[in-house]
Each structure stands twice: as C-alpha cells, then as structure tokens.
C-alpha cells in the first residue's frame, strides 16, 4: 500500500515599521503553528532546513517570521523596491530547500508557501507582486512590438508565483494624489529628522498614537524594549534614512498593476485584511473592490488597524478557512 502524502504549510510573515518578528507569536499559537523566527540575518538561507530538524513533524503549520530591520539596516538598500528584491531573493532560496526535500528519496511531505505581510511588509509583497505583473506587460510588450528588423514572438506565459495565498493586513496600494504625496514626504522626513534628536522610545510612541494605529492600543505596548531592538540593528542616522526612503511617500502607486492580478491565475488567491475599527483601511479595502482588484475582501469584527495583536484568535480562523 503507497504511504499517504503529508502535507505541511509554511506561512512566511513579514512586519511592520517599527515592529518586529515577535508580532507574530499570538497569531502561531492561535494557529497552532510552530513559531520560527530566522536567524538576525536572514540572508542564511539554510535556516529553514536546520530549524526544520528540530521541529516536531506532526506539526502542519509553521509560522516563519521574517525580520525586515537587517535587510533595512544595510546601506546600500535605497528603497521599497531593493528591499523587495531582497526578500525574493532570499525566499528563492528558501523555496529551494522545499524542492530538494520533496525530491528526496521516500520523501511523504508535500509542502505550501504561503505569504503573509502587515503594513510595511504588505507594502514589499505588494512592490514583488506589481514588479512582476510590470515585467510581464513589458515581456509581452517586446515580443509583439519587435524592435525594426526583429520578428514577433510568442508572449511570454503569465507569471506564477511560489506562493498559492497571498494575505495583505493594512496593506497601503499608494497615493495617488502628486500634491499628497510630496505632503506626506515632508511628514516623514520630518519624522525622521525627530528619530535622529529626540529618544527613540518617546517618537516611537508618539508614532504609534497616530490614526490608524491608535485603533489598536497594543501596538503601544512592549515600547522600550521593541525601540531598543531597532537601535540593535541600526544606527539612528540610518532608521532616519529608512523613514525616508522605505515609507508610504516614496512608494509608487500600486493601483494599476493591482488591477492586473488575475494575471497570476487561479493558482494564487489574495486576502485583503484590516479590522473594522480602522475606518482609513476599511476604506481603502472598499476602493479596491470598486476598482476591480482580485481577491476576498474581510474586515475583523472589533479589531483595529492590528488585527494580529487586536483578533489573533479571529485571524487564525479566517486564516485556516482560506488555506482550504
């Protein structure tokens, strides 16, 4: 009698600005997910293979909470796009390691990709995403506008993507107003003119007492120690520079390309997430729909702009119906 295939589902979290990994772990236990956190460079791809020994192998799920702060942290990353490329590349290796093991000898497991990004790491899935449905249109573009002289070729196949759910929480597609966006790049900077003179513990709270994430109050919480970690991987002239590079002014907008996610076909869905209390993203979510852009649309019952620390328990739940 063949041995039955076991399936385990690998769920790759990124966070936020000014927050961190450890975001994720009421979420994990709700999901009754192993909690693994990458080493602090997560340029070691072979995490996930050595973490994985030691996991028990009954557990189906596993929640990977990537850090963001090293990648952000390094120089010569100038913004959203770079740091995108980064965590591509750096999941291309992970994913790697998931085929070498399903082609291993008397191999039984049959492993899922699934990505989940808030906030700022909302905003690097959703610069993966677009950059891709852009390198498509461009393909296909080339090869039916031949340069003079060249032939036309067949257009390229839609792009596939490793990941087969894609869940955005406050997940900001850009703004689309030019005299907007030039308003908020002066906000930012001048956020982080204040990163570089003032304690770092004092603007974080201050940065989290803004709309929307004074929706959810425990965002405030844990504020030393979160902002001693940011200081940790960088120093402040650096988190200054991240603030205004790497934030919602300089980010393109997204809606367009949005449009275009059918693209990726049946074998990706999208979940869009924010809580109901968090009137500016329930409203963003709206547009959205209006606009046509693929996916499931949920708003959490009496939880704010953080619905994995407001709801996790709620979260979870949605989350295991999407996975099916």
């Known amino acids: 009698m063949p041995i039955a295939r076991r399936e385990v589902i690998w769920i790759h979290a990124l966070h936020g600005f000014l927050r961190g990994p450890e975001d994720f772990e009421d ?23 050595h973490r994985d020994v030691e996991l028990d192998p009954s557990v189906r799920l596993r929640l990977v909470a990537w850090d963001l702060r090293s990648w952000l942290s390094q120089p010569g990353l100038a913004g959203l796009p770079d740091l995108a490329r980064k965590f591509a590349d750096g999941f291309e290796g992970v ?22 990004g808030e906030g700022l790491g909302a905003r690097v899935v959703l610069q993966d995403l677009c950059g891709r449905i852009r390198a498509h249109e461009q393909a296909c573009f080339e090869a039916t506008h031949p340069k003079k002289g060249g ?21 900001h597609p850009g703004i689309l107003n030019l005299q907007d966006r030039r308003q908020r790049q002066e906000l ?24 929307p994430y004074a929706t959810s109050p425990r965002m405030l919480q844990a504020l030393h120690s979160e902002a001693k970690s940011w200081k940790q991987f960088m120093p402040l002239e650096r988190l200054a520079e991240v603030t205004e590079h ?79």
């Open 27 to 49: 979420l994990a236990h709700s999901l009754e997910a192993a909690f693994i956190a990458p080493p602090s460079d997560p340029d070691s791809l072979n995490w996930s293979l």
């Open 95 to 116: 994913l790697d390691h998931s085929v070498a093991r399903a082609k291993a000898p008397k191999s039984v497991v049959h492993e899922r990709h699934i990505l989940l």
């Open 151 to 171: 032939r036309k070729k067949q257009p390229p196949a839609p792009p596939r993507l490793p990941w087969d759910r894609v869940l955005l929480l406050g997940a």
């Open 188 to 211: 930012e900077n001048q956020w982080a003119r204040r990163f570089i003179k003032e304690p770092l513990e004092q603007v974080r709270a201050e940065w989290f007492q803004q709309a």
């Open 246 to 324: 790497f934030l919602l002014g300089r980010q393109d907008d997204f809606r367009e390309s949005l449009q275009q996610f059918r693209t990726f076909g049946e074998e990706t869905r999208f979940l869009w997430i924010t809580g109901e209390k968090d009137r500016k993203f329930v409203g963003i979510l709206h547009e959205l729909q209006d606009l046509g852009v693929p996916g499931e649309f949920w708003m959490c019952p009496e939880s704010g702009h953080a619905v994995y620390l407001d709801s996790p328990a709620d979260l979870a739940e949605k989350i295991r119906f999407f996975l099916v």
